[in-house]
């Protein structure tokens, strides 16, 4: 799997769209992005996952470079409840492990 | 149940015995996942298990770990002559696999936390 490069940690202002990158320049053509989050004391928790276009469901929207080398995950009105460790994680798909990195602690105020 | 179970939820342990932890992933799931978390730290990748397939163990730190998916159903995690080291909250994970999608969303279990004294 490729190796993803995330910001340790990011505050937001609760109300206001929260935009956590991830940058993946050794990424694959068949490997997708796809974005955990984990809060305090739960198990991680399925966001979202793209392979080039963008991306939104419920949670959160994906926006995915051309070049495929970074992406964004943007949480439109961020609320306390987004306070979590995220997680950007590239692989294939089914048939390969689920690896997690150290994430991006986002913190959000009110 | 809908979801992925593990039991039990919390163990303390002694130093030197042995420790069995389970998990009883969602039916139909072909793939289930074992981390472990110690506190405040990232979410460590122990062993993969993907159908009929061989398991993935190259995320077991040592030979006093082992794991075990029996009828490519319920899994269970034992540590041999537990440490003070191996405290943490041990996490499953199960997923289906479709391939046309790459959607292998993972559903994490509340995990068993492991107190080892």
């Known amino acids: 799997d490729a190796k993803t490069t995330q910001p340790t940690s990011m505050d937001c202002a609760e109300g206001r769209a929260a935009n956590l990158p991830c940058n993946h320049s050794?990424?694959?053509?068949?490997?997708?992005v796809y974005w955990y989050r984990q809060i305090h004391s739960q198990g991680p928790q399925y966001i979202i996952h793209?392979?080039?276009n963008n991306e939104t469901n419920e949670m959160a929207s994906l926006i995915i470079t051309e070049d495929r080398k970074s992406s964004t995950l943007i949480l439109p009105h961020a609320t306390l409840r987004d306070t979590a460790v995220y997680y950007c994680?590239?692989?294939?798909?089914?048939?390969?492990?689920?690896?997690f990195g150290t994430g991006t602690r986002l913190l959000v105020s009110p | 149940g809908a979801g992925v179970s593990q039991s039990p939820s919390n163990k303390v342990t002694e130093k030197g015995k042995d420790v069995e932890l389970r998990c009883d992933p969602i039916?139909?799931?072909?793939?289930l996942y074992w981390y472990r978390q110690r506190l405040g730290q990232g979410l460590e990748f122990l062993i993969y298990?993907?159908?009929?397939?061989?398991?993935?163990k190259s995320g077991l730190p040592s030979d006093r770990f082992s794991a075990e998916r029996t009828g490519g159903s319920v899994s269970t995690l034992t540590i041999q002559r537990t440490q003070q080291e191996d405290s943490a909250v041990y996490l499953c994970?199960?997923?289906?696999?479709?391939?046309?999608?790459?959607?292998?969303?993972?559903?994490f279990g509340q995990g068993t936390r492991l107190t080892v004294v």
């Open positions: 039916s139909g799931h072909t793939a």
């Open positions: 994970a199960s997923s289906p696999t479709i391939l046309r999608t790459g959607m292998t969303e993972a559903f």
């Open positions: 994680i590239v692989r294939v798909g089914g048939f390969q492990k689920l690896v």
């Open positions: 298990f993907q159908g009929n397939s061989a398991p993935d």
């Open positions: 050794t990424i694959s053509g068949n490997e997708y």
């Open positions: 793209g392979l080039k």
